[in-house]
């Protein structure tokens, strides 16, 4: 079975950083033919919105608020997905959400994780 697990949130300062990990299990990267792995977040009051995603072409895509202070990547052998933030404004607040979205021979399957906490203090 799939899990991702994140870790890395937190209370944080303005301007501070803070790295996110998120740690992948399960037996599925032997049958992939393509993924995309993302940082979602969910502020309160807010709808879900894409922060970061990667694909297995390393092709990366960041929403218009965070280019140029977030950082997506990955480490294939370590099965992690990582997300390094920096400038955080209070406007970053949100849980954190990892996504991985598989696409084989015999068709697609998403996951998510369980969110991590990101507070950013003024």
């Known amino acids: 079975q799939v899990q991702l697990v994140e870790s890395g949130g937190g209370l944080v300062q303005l301007e501070e950083s803070l790295g996110l990990s998120c740690a992948v299990s399960g037996s599925i990267f032997s049958s992939y033919v393509s993924y995309v792995m993302a940082w979602y977040r969910r502020a309160p009051g807010k709808q879900r919105e894409l922060v970061a995603s990667?694909?297995?072409?390393?092709?990366?895509n960041y929403a218009d608020s965070v280019k140029g202070r977030f950082t997506i990547s990955r480490d294939n052998d370590k099965r992690t997905l990582y997300l390094q933030m920096n400038s955080l404004k209070p406007e970053d607040t949100a849980v954190y959400y990892c996504?991985?979205?598989?696409?084989?021979?015999?068709?697609?399957?998403?996951?998510w994780g369980q969110g991590t906490q990101v507070t950013v203090s003024s």
């Open positions: 996504y991985l979205r598989t696409t084989t021979m015999i068709g697609s399957a998403e996951y």
């Open positions: 990667l694909t297995s072409g390393s092709i990366t």
